[in-house]
């Protein structure tokens, strides 16, 4: 409770030379603010397996603040980088670093969807405003969904939900799936089916094998055996190139044709060689995309690295170009948290994988590819569908 | 499952066995005869791969590369006998653990620093590129067939050796009774650096061998370490015939298990190891424990 205080001459001498002394001091720490460094925290793995994706998402990143002038509405920025070694197990540790250790203005990463779990429940508990620039866990934008966490990348549903309808548009009504049995081939396997059955399709088999395992021939022969009219699977890495090439080996691609998650032929084809020709796959984006951003992008990223750009720095570039596009909208000013994530959820970025927008669930309206592997390459058929939104089904701000 | 299925199964599973006998017989002659517990076994198998792919790029055919990598192995072998098992085979299993768990992590870090994390496939020579069609819908790759004869023939090459010259009879001595070949005057010394050397030379072989149908990557070796550890337990530890028995089991419960009970499949070796252990304490060959 205050008590009105009755106004005598004193009072209002002192308060006017309160308020001048206040006004003139305002602009001071003003100005300060604005020279401040804008803070951009990064966990991404540049060590282990996963270090090649780190790389090219954060060297993309930069490139696209470097392009908009090395500033964030004018502020110069101060890269805040964390090994995250790919580990969930230091997940939380490490989030905890560059938010209550560094006090980051923004966070971005990771690729491991394990650690983007721990990252984000994190980032939610803080507030600080946070961009998913690859794991595609589903939940990161459904369960998990929060009006400070936004994702440039995918969602595992996107990927794979039009390849259902664009299977049985070809023909091939009865399918068998093979993926590891862990969450991101279930999530990727799952979508892919949910499109499948709904367009009339029907799957034969889901076979799982135990992460990470590579030894298939069992399972080859298992698939030969019950002969689906196709296939369709999603493995990575070591494990995408195995599978290629020992369906291919086992005579099964002449007589069931491959289809796959995208993944599947990024980053593998050069060791799968032959054995990668003609399977097909979704994805949101492909390296010989033809309009002029991607043309653009690809050649500055190769200039800048020297090595060539794929999907990851795509979603790196993507990230950088969110943070320029909101930090000009409110002139620098990282308080204005609730504007900077208005402008967010209004972007509309030109990628190098096309026009992208944001779903209410904060995560990319993006068309998907159709992709086939023709001489070492994934050439684009075309759109598999337009701008596909995940469903966000569960998260409370749909 | 019909019969065409079955069979096809059971080749695999034979096909699988013989690699696994191949990098398990290692690991077993160097605990039988050195009583080293080598967890650095499958950072061999890691090596042979790695040799191959990176020597097949060099010299374009596998074969020779094969030829030139094998030594290499061997010398690998005898080098890290001298510098570092060496000085533990007075010592308790945990030393070897702990040394043996360190030369995995400096292997893996040499291979990143050599080779990169990417994954590297290896051309299966044009020789042996064709495929073999068993079912109308499946063919079998003459590579895979290639793996198996090479397997037979280093197994029955093992099998003289051992059995039929000198070298082998003072290993079998030494497995039996090391102290006791000692008091005789052999150079014991000098024997357990050449098994131990053989032993790493026919783990990095299957890694060759293997490189163009497993593609070659970055910890490659961790899973064949775990799976030759069951065969060697499974067969009994320091038996070469019990490896390849354990092998070929293990070869027939993985691929069946992968069919019959695909939930379970990461379980069904495991299972079959404990069941097995549970019946022979010391494994199916192993010597019954004094």
């Known amino acids: 409770m205050t008590t009105r205080k009755t106004p005598t001459r004193r009072r209002f001498l002192s308060a006017a030379a309160g308020a001048g002394a206040a006004a003139s001091l305002l602009p001071a720490p003003f100005v300060l603010a604005q020279t401040a460094k804008v803070k951009v925290g990064i966990l991404l793995p540049y060590t282990g397996t996963y270090a090649s994706l780190g790389h090219n998402i954060t060297d993309a990143m930069i490139m696209a603040i470097e392009g908009a002038g090395g500033t964030l509405g004018g502020r110069p920025v101060e890269y805040v980088k964390v090994d995250s070694e790919a580990d969930p197990a230091k997940a939380a540790n490490n989030a905890n670093k560059l938010i209550a250790g560094e006090k980051v203005d923004f966070l971005t990463g990771p690729v491991h969807s394990g650690v983007a779990m721990a990252m984000v429940k994190i980032a939610r508990e803080e507030g600080t405003i946070t961009i998913v620039s690859n794991a595609g866990a589903d939940a990161v934008t459904r369960q998990m969904c929060a009006p400070n966490v936004f994702r440039t990348s995918f969602s595992n549903w996107q990927t794979c939900y039009p390849m259902g309808p664009e299977m049985v548009k070809r023909g091939h009504k009865k399918a068998v799936s093979i993926t590891w049995n862990y969450a991101a081939g279930h999530e990727m396997i799952g979508a892919f089916k949910e499109g499948y059955v709904k367009a009339g399709g029907q799957v034969a088999k889901e076979i799982l094998i135990p992460f990470p395992n590579i030894e298939f021939q069992a399972h080859l022969t298992e698939i030969a055996s019950l002969k689906p009219d196709a296939v369709f699977t999603f493995f990575s890495g070591g494990g995408a190139v195995k599978f290629m090439k020992d369906y291919d080996a086992a005579g099964l691609k002449k007589s069931i044709p491959l289809f796959g998650a995208g993944f599947l032929t990024d980053g593998t084809l050069q060791a799968a060689g032959p054995a990668g020709e003609g399977i097909i796959t979704t994805l949101h984006y492909a390296e010989s995309l033809a309009n002029p951003t991607n043309k653009r992008f690809t050649a500055a990223f190769k200039a800048k690295t020297g090595r060539p750009a794929d999907v990851f720095a795509v979603q790196g570039y993507d990230t950088g170009q969110l943070l320029v596009h909101a930090m000009k909208a409110v002139k620098g000013d990282v308080k204005a948290k609730k504007e900077i994530m208005a402008a967010m959820r209004a972007a509309k970025l030109d990628s190098p994988r096309g026009t992208m927008t944001f779903s209410k669930s904060q995560n990319p309206i993006q068309d998907i590819y159709l992709r086939e592997v023709k001489n070492g390459d994934n050439v684009v058929l075309g759109v598999a569908q337009k701008a596909v939104e995940d469903p966000g089904r569960g998260c409370g701000m749909t | ?290």
């Not at chain 2, 040799?51 to 030139?68: D, Y």
């Not at chain 2, 890694?207 to 899973?223: D, I, K």
């Open chain 2, 1 to 290: 499952m019909d019969v065409s299925s079955f069979l096809v199964q059971s080749l695999n599973s034979v096909q699988y066995g013989f690699l696994l006998f191949l990098v398990a017989s290692g690991l077993t002659l160097i605990f039988g005869i050195l009583g080293v517990i080598n967890l650095a076994h499958g950072s061999f198998f890691m090596i042979g791969a790695y040799l191959a792919h990176w020597l097949a790029l060099k010299t374009g055919n596998l074969f020779v590369a094969i030829a030139l990598a094998l030594p290499l192995s061997f010398l690998l072998g005898l080098a890290v006998e001298r510098l570092a098992i060496g000085f533990l085979y007075a010592r308790d299993h945990l030393y070897q653990v702990l040394l043996t768990y360190g030369l995995i992590l400096i292997f893996n870090e040499l291979q990143r620093i050599l080779w990169g994390n990417d994954v590297h496939g290896v051309p299966v020579p044009a020789l042996l590129s064709a495929s073999i069609p068993l079912t109308e819908a499946q063919s079998y790759p003459l590579y895979r067939f290639f793996i198996s004869i090479a397997c037979i023939g280093v197994a029955a090459a093992m099998y003289v050796v051992i059995h039929r010259t000198k070298l082998g009879m003072l290993i079998r001595a030494g497995a039996a009774n090391r102290e006791m070949v000692e008091l005789l005057g052999f150079g014991v010394k000098r024997l357990y650096a050449l098994v131990f050397a053989l032993g790493a030379a026919l783990t990095a072989f299957a890694g060759m061998l293997s490189a163009p149908v497993n593609s070659v990557y970055p910890g490659m070796g961790e899973h064949i370490l775990i799976i030759s550890f069951v065969v060697v337990v499974i067969g009994g530890l320091g038996s070469i015939q019990g490896a390849f028995v354990g092998a070929m089991l293990i070869g027939f419960v993985d691929t069946f298990g992968k069919v019959f009970l695909p939930e379970a499949a990461s379980l069904s070796v495991y299972a079959f190891m404990a069941a097995v252990l549970l019946w022979r304490p010391q494994g199916l060959f192993g010597a019954r424990p004094a």
